[in-house]
């Protein structure tokens, strides 16, 4: 069974930086293409963030300069790392693999991100 769990998450002043933490299991990691999405409130599910196996990247163009994904194949961990933080980017952030979800830009914009538990940011003034 796939195991994705979110850590990371803070309450944070805008101009701040977190960063965000996803163990994973079940999956092949190495294989895997993994990704970050967040769910504001009145929003949809959104991807933020990709990273595949061979080191392409995305990023939507609110994160953009601002946040980067990384990966530890050994550790079967993926981060994102958030800088400049915007009141804009409360919300809570999911990480993802397309061995559960298939295509990760393909489902982006669902009503709720409804595979994990995620990890809540709120960015204040």
């Known amino acids: 069974r796939i195991q994705l769990q979110e850590s990371g998450g803070a309450a944070v002043q805008a101009g701040g930086s977190l960063r965000l933490s996803c163990t994973t299991a079940?999956?092949?990691?190495?294989?895997?293409?993994l990704g970050w999405y967040r769910h504001a409130p009145d929003d949809e599910c959104v991807l933020i963030s990709s990273?595949?196996?061979?080191?392409?990247?995305y990023y939507a163009d609110s994160v953009k300069g601002r946040f980067t994904i990384s990966r530890d194949n050994a550790k079967k961990e993926v981060y994102l790392e958030m800088n400049s933080l915007k009141l804009e980017d409360t919300a809570m952030y999911y990480c993802a693999t397309d061995k559960l979800l298939g295509d990760l830009k393909a489902i982006s914009g669902l009503y709720r991100c409804y595979w994990g538990q995620g990890t809540q940011v709120n960015v204040s003034s």
């Open positions: 990273l595949s196996k061979d080191g392409n990247t």
């Open positions: 079940g999956f092949t990691f190495g294989d895997a293409t």
